[in-house]
């Protein structure tokens, strides 16, 4: 919930006009404080740990967006495919998930 007393003050007739660009930005991040706050609790070094801090920028590329044929694998991920890889970080955490699921019906 953002308010801006300031600007209420200076403009009185001031109309604050939320656009899907500002809901997906705060989403995102939302998402990424969801990921940081996971990755404090968990042990460093350990699978989960290590998941959410090499592939996270792939859990922020729109779903639709993703190339699972040309998906270059990393260190971790030897075998695996793309979607294999996205239910592993995905279900780290519920709210993890939910956030990355909330922001992906958004950003479509």
Do not use: C
């Amino acid at each position: 919930n953002y308010t801006y007393p300031k600007t209420r003050i200076i403009f009185q007739n001031v109309i604050v006009v939320v656009d899907k660009f500002h809901i997906v930005n705060v989403l995102n991040r939302v998402f990424i404080k969801t990921r940081v706050r996971i990755m404090k609790k968990s042990v460093p070094f350990s699978r989960k740990f290590k998941d959410l801090t090499t592939n996270w920028k792939l859990l922020l590329v729109p779903h639709e967006q993703l190339d699972f044929e040309r998906f270059r694998k990393g260190v971790i991920f030897l075998t695996e495919s793309l979607p294999d890889i996205l239910d592993q970080l995905l279900n780290v955490d519920p709210v993890f998930k939910q956030t990355y699921e909330v922001l992906n019906k958004l950003q479509a």
